[in-house]
């Protein structure tokens, strides 16, 4: 009995392992799409992180310029593409949509069954973001990131909801992230600014009390 649920266990770890390894095989094939236009505008890689979620596990793949980072989540196809200048955050369906680029954007469908797609819409879409976020100042990014909380003013409710919840998720992942550098106090003020609460997993109010008391 011992040893069937033994083989059971190391079946479970190989398929993930697999998995994994399959999503990072597919998202480095996807990158090679980017890189060329990503290197040309001073961005290289700096991490590729597999970060366990409640719904999976997740590859996530960082370029940096600067204090300008390029942010894509992958599992089995593009979940998130997330821009970012310091702690300004804005996503790539929003930046989009608020520079008015909402029936010309290319990426329409995260969750396409053709994957290199996707890349290559994201490419596409690069060009409309030349000015604010690869070669400017982010002045538009900046104000896209303020403008979340009043999102409800252009969107409808249900979208707002969305676009909060992949901010808060994001949050979530960078509290984390902070919390593992040590710096507890800029780790629970990100976590403070979480509003979606019932995203939080018991780990994340375990470092939260942690940082309280070390703080």
Known sequence: MHSKIRRNSYAHININCKNIMRQIEDLIIGLEILK????????????YKNEKKSDG?????TFKNGRKKFIINYKDSIRQVIYQFDNSIVCHDFYLDQLGLADNKRLLNFHSGNKLLEFKHILEDFEFLVSDFFNGDCIKLKEFSKRQDNVITIHNEKLRGEYNIKFDKFRIETARQEFTKKDFKRSLEIFNTVEHKNLLIELDNKIIKYCEKHI
Do not use: D, T
């Open 36 to 47: 060329p236009f990503l290197k040309l505008h001073g961005f290289v890689l700096e991490s």
């Open 57 to 61: 596990h997740f590859i996530v793949a």
